[in-house]
């Protein structure tokens, strides 16, 4: 981050609110690690994925970011100024140079589901040079509408990843992370996660490989729903 002037970007256009609020370094993508939204970002937040809109960040500090970002709360150009999605999020950066670690508050508001809003807390570190442990923690308040994600008041998340120079292959990996997910309500349970990526393999410049566990207890926080697990295989390709 040093290396860069600091500055002011804007951007505009299709945003995606999940690029620029409740960031972090390593479970953040399905594509490159955790295959589960409840990793990939916080199950309390409750920001568009697509929608026209703008962004501001200020970047190229070597000990903080900011960004801020307004849009449509869905992928529709109808009433382009009203119900929008806003949200704010800073990140401080320490010790990059050796054992980085980043903290991420940031806060949000969705109006197009009755002007909800949240905050949410991600914070990682590196511990040593192969190991880097993470968590989130997320609060939503209720709003008076279906579906049982609504029902969501706060969550969190915990793991780590280590990467494969620890045993003599750098570009591999494995990761486990669980979490829960509470609710507005005393009727629901606590719904519990968790998954681990237990070998990512790069095969080459093109290709990656990784094994997947995953599991689920209380979905939705249904007491009757018993624990659900699967097992897979991604494989990733590009040209």
């Known amino acids: 981050m040093g290396n860069v002037a600091p ?18 370094r390593v479970a953040n993508n399905s594509v490159n690690n955790f295959l589960s939204a409840a990793f990939t970002n916080s199950m ?12 501001l960040r200020y970047v190229g500090s070597a000990s903080f970011d900011f960004r801020a ?5 869905d992928n529709s150009g109808d009433n382009a100024a009203s119900n929008l999605f806003g949200g704010a999020q800073t990140t401080l950066f320490w010790n990059q140079e050796n054992e980085p670690g980043l903290l991420v508050p940031y806060v949000w508001q969705n109006g197009g589901n009755g002007d ?16 880097t442990a993470f968590g989130r923690f997320g609060w939503t308040d209720e709003v008076d509408a279906g579906g049982p994600d609504q029902a969501i008041e706060t969550s ?4 780590c990843e280590c990467r494969g120079d620890l045993w ?10 669980a979490g829960t997910a509470a609710s507005h309500y005393a009727t629901l349970e606590d719904e519990f996660v968790f998954e681990g990526y237990y070998y990512k393999h790069i095969v080459n410049d093109h ?5 997947h566990l995953q599991g689920i207890d209380k979905l939705a926080g249904d007491a009757a729903r018993e624990l659900i697990t699967s097992l897979g295989v991604r494989v990733d390709v590009w040209l």
């Open 69 to 73: 970002v307004a849009g449509r709360p």
């Open 116 to 131: 909800r809003t949240g905050a949410g807390v991600n914070l990682d570190q590196d511990i040593g040079a192969h190991v």
């Open 168 to 177: 003599s292959a750098p570009t591999d990996s494995f990761a486990l992370a």
């Open 207 to 211: 290709c990656e490989v990784s094994l």
């Open 44 to 55: 309390t937040y409750n920001g568009p994925f697509r929608g026209g809109g703008l962004a």
């Open 156 to 159: 969190w998340m915990a793991g």
């Open 7 to 24: 500055d002011w970007v804007l951007d505009a256009g299709k945003i995606a609110a999940t690029n620029y609020i409740d960031m972090a």
